[in-house]
T-cell receptor, first 114, second 113 residues
């Protein structure tokens, strides 16, 4: 199994530009999570999906952030317009339905907004 | 709602010394508990987990953790650390009703040669 795949691994963009981060969960997993990690705030849960449906988006910081999961094998996190304070590492994780199963993390996307 | 506290932001130990990283949780029922490790520039990797049974859990890389319900703790231990153990360690707690887990702020482990 290839594990959780994220792309791009690094993204540098200018303030005001649209940024799209991509995630492919592990095959057979039906829950997907987007996290943001910064030095100041640590690891924050932004949103999670179960069976492609958003369950909890209370961690999404602003309307500039949006996430979609059009099918079981793909999800996107979009920031528009991007701001310097969005600079962080964004992780995607997936797990199977059973409570207590661990989440498997992707390698992350390091986003830098200039 | 569940919560996790890792009281130590940084810990420094000498190579070969023993290690204990503290974790306290808050949850009304029996929780699912996890320890993850994050090496620099990497994603999080599961070290071990507890959800029932024996309260002493063995994990990868020689780590173990003990669930103590009376103390609401799930401390991570290793008898002898190696330089490659330098990383950030996250304790996490999951609820029985959904897949969401809550992470602590992390403890960064430094190893002295």
């Amino acid at each position: 199994d290839a594990g959780v795949i994220q792309s791009p691994r690094h993204e540098v963009t200018e303030m005001g530009q649209e940024v799209t981060l991509r995630c492919k969960p592990i095959s057979g997993h039906n829950s997907l999570f987007w996290y943001r990690q910064t030095m100041m705030r640590g690891l924050e849960l932004l949103i999670y999906f179960n069976n492609n449906v958003p369950i909890d988006d209370s961690g999404m910081p602003e309307d500039r952030f949006s996430a979609k999961m059009p099918n079981a094998s793909f999800s996107t996190l979009k920031i528009q317009p991007s701001e310097p304070r969005d600079s962080a590492v964004y992780f995607c994780a997936s797990t199977s339905m059973r409570p207590g199963n661990e989440q498997f993390f992707g390698p992350g996307t390091r986003l830098t907004v200039l | 709602a569940q919560s996790v506290t890792q009281p130590d932001i940084h810990i420094t130990v000498s190579e070969g010394a023993s290690l204990e990283l503290r974790c306290n949780y808050s949850y009304g029922a029996t929780p699912y508990l996890f320890w993850y490790v994050q090496s620099p520039g990497q994603g999080l990797q599961l070290l071990l987990k507890y959800f029932s049974g024996d309260t002493l859990v063995q994990g990868i890389k020689g780590f173990e953790a003990e669930f103590k319900r009376s103390q609401s703790s799930f401390n991570l231990r290793k008898p002898s650390v190696h330089w490659s153990d330098a990383a950030e360690y996250f304790c996490a707690v999951g609820a029985t009703r959904d897949d969401k887990i809550i992470f602590g702020k992390g403890t960064r482990l430094h190893i002295l040669p």
